[in-house]
């Protein structure tokens, strides 16, 4: 008991002293802080520089925000200083958050906080959970959002972090407010705001700024007004662009929705460009709609303009975004009920083949009973006789069972196939879904400028008809070359999944190799987002066309692609935080073959097992995740089909690499 209680009091000093750390620059300027940067050394505080430095510019310039935070990162890196990577990892994250850009900032975000749940980093753990709620937050899951709030707002207090429980009590307000829970809204703003008074935060700006947004709801507008014009002040500053964007667009719809255009004009055009000053999407977009509509009884032209900035912007940020998630969730739903169907379809056929096996032993064991009562007793030949037509009987039987075996063996081989349909097929989704969203999004803004062609005809402006015209007809040639992009992705998906026809045919090897490989990853990258890895290729464009069966060496590539992408996976689940993964493709022209190498620096395979890989039914993945058929029926495709030769190199704990040879006529 004495020895738990001393190693809780040592994590609880650990956890106070990381936090200290974390936060010593807090009071510091930016100026001073560059020169503390300019005079620090290569370690750990030059890191926590960066992070601050990041921060703090965080709001008001971009560019240099991400340059600190990428610095630091490689930084923390180079000196496996595990605190400062999570801390920069979420630099970033927020950059590309602010920026609209919510799946990679969710990414981010997401290893931000493994690492620092990984070293007990409270702060970070503490950090990310907020972000992650945010992210829940613009996608309309208030409760979810919520959830991770609370978490973040527990540990806040866990850590007595004021600032940082005032950040997490205010994010809490602002999902009752977007659900219209006014009274829980107000009661988390006013308990964010006396957080923020008693601290002296800066982000008492962003509080003034809810506060004004809940007067608005609750329709108190001269209170909203005060409330803003405090945020402004407030702000203003310490160049606050994001809070000021938000503020002024506040004001700004007050005075639209009391029927004042011009000062609605002028402070949206203050909260545009306070949003511009930090690439803000979301202040951007509400801006230029709310400018949008102020212009429409004033310039038609400037009104137009507006909406179409205000369009792009929202297609950018969700349209597009959520019909990639649905598409996403659609695929990986998919590919659970593959997964599934395929472990009971493999159950189904273990069970067949050992019910032969024992069938066949029973048979064998009365065989040899019969044999032995035969030479025994000595029967008369015609218990002889009857004896041989038994036999007769039950060799019939063993043979019949050898071709149940055989079908079973060849219901498996297709089962393999399938399942490599499903990963490439969740590998194009991904593919499809970019030309798609730019046909719709095209297709979009040429029905616009038909309506506005129309319009312009009546008014007999011939220049502008043309300049319409002109781009109507750009946008339909961006149609078709993104449609003829997903046709093209869609013939292969279909020459993938048709039978074979065992026909060779002249086929750049170049273009097949970097199209499988791509799709393999993007097929694992749809059962798990979190995945990445590098992808490295260097083609002999020399090589040019060369006879083989295109559906068949498909596979092949797709199958050792799988291999490789699932070796590296592995090997970054373990410990350690320097790995990064990948993959090589390579093609040669060696005389009359062509040299296709594929590697990974993943673990390798082990030494006793190199020369059984290409064995039917062995394989080294856990039960259910493999049929041990892959490598088989890749070796009987090269070999056999194709008339070339498969060979394996490997070194553990370094990775593994498949060389094939093709012949080129």
């Known amino acids: 008991m004495k020895k738990l209680s001393g190693f809780i009091f040592f994590m609880l000093i650990a956890c106070v002293v990381a936090a200290q750390q974390s936060h010593k620059f807090e009071l510091a300027t930016k100026d001073s802080l560059e020169k503390l940067l300019a005079a620090s050394q290569p370690d750990t505080n030059r890191v926590m520089i960066f992070s601050e430095l990041a921060i703090r510019y965080l709001r008001s310039n971009h560019d240099t925000a991400t340059m600190y935070a990428q610095k630091g990162l490689a930084l923390a890196r180079t000196l496996k200083f595990r605190q400062g990577e999570a801390d920069c990892l979420r630099r970033s994250g927020l950059v590309l958050f602010q920026q609209g850009r919510y799946p990679e900032a969710l990414d981010i975000y997401q290893r931000a906080l493994k690492i620092s749940e990984r070293i007990n980093y409270l702060f970070g753990m503490s950090a990310g959970l907020g972000h ?3 992210i829940y937050n613009m996608q309309g899951n208030y409760p979810q959002a919520r959830s991770y709030y609370f978490r973040s707002l527990k540990i806040n207090e866990t850590m007595h972090s004021a600032a940082e429980e005032g950040t997490a009590v205010a994010n809490i307000g602002r999902t009752y407010l977007k659900q219209g829970y006014l009274d829980s809204a107000s009661e988390f703003f006013n308990r964010a705001l006396k957080i923020a008074g008693n601290t002296g935060d800066s982000r008492l700006a962003d509080v003034w700024t809810d506060m004004g947004k809940l007067q608005i709801q609750l329709g108190n507008v001269a209170e ?9 002040s407030s702000a203003s500053p310490v160049n606050n662009f994001i809070t000021l964007s938000e503020a002024y667009v506040g004001i700004a719809n007050l005075f639209y929705k009391s029927g004042q255009p011009d000062s609605c004009i002028f402070y949206a055009q203050q909260g545009l460009s306070a949003g511009r000053q930090n690439k803000y999407a979301k202040g951007i977009l509400a801006a230029s709609e709310l400018l949008s509509e102020a212009y429409e009884s004033v310039d038609e032209h400037k009104a137009f303009r507006y909406h179409k900035m205000a369009t792009a912007i929202k297609d950018s940020l969700f349209n ?89 063996q060849s219901q498996l081989i297709q089962a393999e196939k399938m399942a490599s349909l499903g990963e490439l097929t969740a590998g194009i989704a991904h593919e499809i879904q970019n030309p798609l969203n730019f046909v719709n999004n095209f297709s979009e803004v040429n029905k616009e400028l038909a309506d506005e062609l129309k319009t312009e005809l009546a008014a007999g402006n011939i220049q502008m008809v043309n300049d319409i015209a002109n781009d ?28 074979s026809s065992g026909q060779k045919e002249p086929t750049d090897i170049n273009a097949l190799c970097d199209e499988y490989v791509r799709l393999s990853y993007h097929g694992l990258r749809a059962k798990d987002s979190s995945f990445t890895a590098t992808i490295k290729t260097d083609f002999d464009k020399s090589i040019g066309s060369i006879n083989i069966i295109p559906q068949d060496i498909g596979r092949v590539f797709l199958n050792l692609c799988n291999n490789a992408f699932y070796a590296v996976k592995l090997k970054k689940k373990e410990p350690g935080d320097s790995y990064e993964p990948a993959v ?45 058929l892959g490598l088989s029926l890749a070796y009987d495709i090269v070999t056999k089909g194709n008339g070339g030769e498969i060979k394996v190199e490997s070194k553990e704990n370094e990775g593994a690499e498949f060389i094939l040879h093709l012949p080129i006529l």
């Open 320 to 408: 597009a975004e959520k019909a990639n998630e649905v598409q996403n969730l659609f695929f990986v739903e998919q590919q659970r009920l593959q997964a599934a169907e395929t472990a009971n379809t493999k159950y189904k056929n273990q069970l067949k083949l050992y019910a032969l096996l024992v069938a066949l032993a029973v048979f064998l064991l009365l065989a040899i009973i019969l044999w032995r009562n035969s030479r025994n007793r000595q029967r008369a030949y015609v218990l002889l006789q009857n004896q041989k037509r038994e036999t007769e009987q039950q060799k019939q039987k063993a043979e019949q069972a050898l071709e149940d075996l055989k079908s079973t």
């Open 224 to 232: 909203a007004k005060t409330f803003f014009r405090k945020s402004i």
């Open 132 to 134: 992650i709620g945010n």
């Open 584 to 628: 090589s493709v390579s093609t040669k022209k060696i005389g009359d073959k062509v040299e296709i190498k594929i590697s990974d620096n993943g673990n390798g395979i082990p030494k006793n097992i190199v020369d059984k890989i290409f064995q039917p039914f062995f394989t080294t993945k856990p039960t259910g995740e493999g049929t041990g």
């Open 472 to 499: 109507i007809k750009d946008n339909s040639k961006k149609i078709n070359h993104h449609g003829r992009r997903a046709d093209a992705i869609v013939k292969g998906m279909l020459q993938h999944s048709r039978p």
